[in-house]
């Protein structure tokens, strides 16, 4: 019987009845409706979904989801997912960052969250800007970036969110953009599989204070050139007619002509090997500049061996209750000496 | 030898930080009381591990003060003062009673700790007369200790390290205390290591025999037990005694106790504590920092666990905006603080009151929480108690104030059974089938919303920190709707006052001159100062606020019967502000600031000052 009414959960028992207030044309849109279908697919009751927040346009997510949910304050929900998955941890916790609460104010908390390895998602909206401060530069935005606060073009260097992510071990790290369901879609669901924290880093676009910032990556003149679908156990093809490979020359990833080179030579991807990811996280060039790397989308890396945060800490309480299956109130209050005055 | 029955007796260990002195002085308090002896401690340490060697500034001391009577304070003054080297001599003599024993440590005193603690060699206070006031005792600890050790196996550096262990059974000696408790206690510390365990035993042994024969002890003294209301008791410091009260709570509301924190001295003990005790399902999460301590107890408390956060001043700065948040989701919460003297880093070891504006107004927007304070390290059980108690029931932030004097310190506890404590009864809101949408800001009469859990079906619901619309708990930017709900979170904690029992005179008039109105650590001061007062026949009183936001209905009633009203606190004023405020009463403060407990005699100065003005 409950089964059967998990499996007529739709999108819609997903949306709640609070009026969605993004900018109209925000990518948000995209990822809202994206994670509202994949939810439903995934054959468990609303009430075990919870979805925290930080503070920032992305933030306002969980209100739109008819699910358990908290927008919390700035850069924080990394560590109050974590608390709630420790006492919890048969939920599925997911958080809502944006690039400025996870990497500027909440970075301490995202790199320790990743450190530990709960089994939470992360879905962190990348737009490269600030919006509902309207429109400074963040930790993400290219530098010389002409904004409200940087009128003479920011001179700070940017974080590449997915090099920090495997530098902080974590366990599952991908990229999706707004602009493609499709893939966003089977990303986020891959992500939810995992078992440990999962990271997706989203492109997405934000209109009205940095507009068109991702453009080349997801509009069809663009796209197939400039950006590398990443499939395990597939070779790096890419190209407006799958024309190109990426090739490793020892640890040089090198970029050849297919109509020259065979594919049996090109670099067969592995989501398993590490150090492949981090090589692949540094191709994050200017697509303007000539002979740049193509921007990968989809699963870097996944390490399924790492035991998530949250079971590793229960079973220690589990083993502690094991060993002393009753503890006594009042023996741990009497101490081990006490005296009788009488 | 003479025999000599004392009513009561301060000692102070001082020596350098390496020295073992809070161990001694742990070992005989745990004597003292087991023997019967009513007891305040005060272990007083610098803030460095290891500080220089010899300086000033390395001197660690403990102060006991135990007696046949009923004692409430570690003394103003001490009888004996341990002094293992000059340094310590130096910091301590001026606490020290005229005619009081001095035990020194002669090797403590050779040219290097002069040069150490920046006495000149011919002002040596063993050799220069300027100890004649008192009753010295020159003792080499370490040459005996060697020698007592020569065949231990054991290198200098080890056998030094058992120098106070002849200092302890020397004291216990002289103070005719048995050594069992000591010597179970070495035996379970050293088991692991046969070697070190003989040497301290040894020289444990040692200093016994020293007092017993030799003939520089005149005297022995005797304490009898204090007249203790009859029943069981142990010894207790405070940081346990607030690990305990959140277990019991735990126990009483029969829901995992979840304690996010970050290491801070010196709230750090409750930490350690907690973590001891997994198997009554405690969850203790050392986070990366004090946000994110607060920040999980949060995401704790949505998920249904009795959550806790603990920290000391620094902490709890940086913790504010998580409690704004807490009093926002309307979520129980009990926020920990031990403090210590500031501002900033200020004297992480040494104690103060100076965080009660900041709890209550520490925050932004108006952001009232309930506020709490122990009095006594026994206290700190009943008090976490109660503050677990008032969150889970009230769904409301509270503080609970302890500090690094009762946080440390330690007293004999007549300790409750677990049947003895109140159930905490906590139910969680199930879907009803005749509502068609939860709402999560419906109040019952307490003004606490349901405490609705993930997981549970047809409860789906949102909360934030953005203004949430009465009842249905939606966002809200309506202008009557905001002033409206800051009200009834005020309300809310207002309430509370019919909650909490009615405050109480804890000794003196009804009515009269003085009142001593004070909160927190103080308590043991005031009572004692109040009651030589009373016996010098002053019209003084004195009240103890243990609950502060709310505070007890009867309080303003209660402080119009006195002529004048006097607060003493540990900081620049801050409980004086509040009571005048709220009461309109032209209160008098009394302050001290110096990261030190009052001393009774401090007090009765004062008030008496303020007899004759």
Redesign the interface.
Known sequence: MEIKEQNQLTAKHFATDQEVRWCPGCGDYSILKQVQTVLPELGRPKEEFVFISGIGCSSRFPYYMETYGMHSIHGRATAIATGLKLTRPELSVWIVTGDGDSMSIGGNHFIHLLRRNPDVNVLLFNNQIYGLTKGQYSPTSEQGKVTKSTPYGSVDYPFNPIALCLGADATFVARTMDRDPKHQQNIIRKSYHHKGTSIVEIYQNCNVFNDGAFEIFTEKGSKKQATLMMEHGQPLVFGENSDKGIKLDGFKPVIVDLNDASVNDLWIHDETDLVKATILSRFYDDPSVDGHFPRPFGVFYENKNKTPFDELFNDQIAYAQSKNPSPSLDSLIAGKETWMVS | MQEQELESVVIRFAGDSGDGMQLTGTQFT?TA????NDLATFPDFPAEIRAPQGTLAGVSGFQIHFGATAIHTPGDQSDVLVAMNVAALKANIKNLKKGGVIIANSDGFDAKNLRLANVPEAENPLIDGSLEAYDVKTIDVTKITRSALADSGLGVKEIDRCKNMFVLGLIYWMYHRPME?SIKFIQSKFGKNEAVMNANLKVLQAGWNYGETTEMFANRYNVA?AK?????????MGNEAVA?GI??AS?KSKL?V?Y?TYPITPASDVLHELSK???????T?Q???E??GI??????A????L?ITGSSGPGIALKT??I??ATM?ELPLVIINVQRAGPSTGLPTKTEQADLLQSFYGRNGECPVLILAAQSPADC?DMAFEACKLALNHMIPVFFLSDGYIANGSEPW?????DSLPDIDVTFAVHNPEQSKFLPYQRDEKLARPWA??????????????EKQHITG??SYDPANHEFMVKLRQEKVDQVANYIPEQNIDNGPETGDVLILGWGGTYGALKTATAKLIEEGHSVAHAHLRYLNPFPKNLGALLRNYKKVVVPELNNGQLVKIIRDKYFIDAIPFNKIQGQPFMAHEVIQQIKNILAS
């Open positions: 745990n009381a087991l023997f019967g408790s037990p203790m209301e009859p029943g069981v008791y142990r010894s207790i305990m277990i019991a126990v995992p979840f996010g005790h997994k198997a009554f399902g405690v969850k999460f986070a990366e920092d946000i994110a920040c999980a107890s949060i995401g704790a949505f998920g249904g666990n959550a905006e998580a704004g948040l989701l059980f007549k300790f409750p059974s677990q859990i993930p997981g549970t079906p047809g409860l789906e619901h949102r909360i934030g920190g953005l939606n966002i």
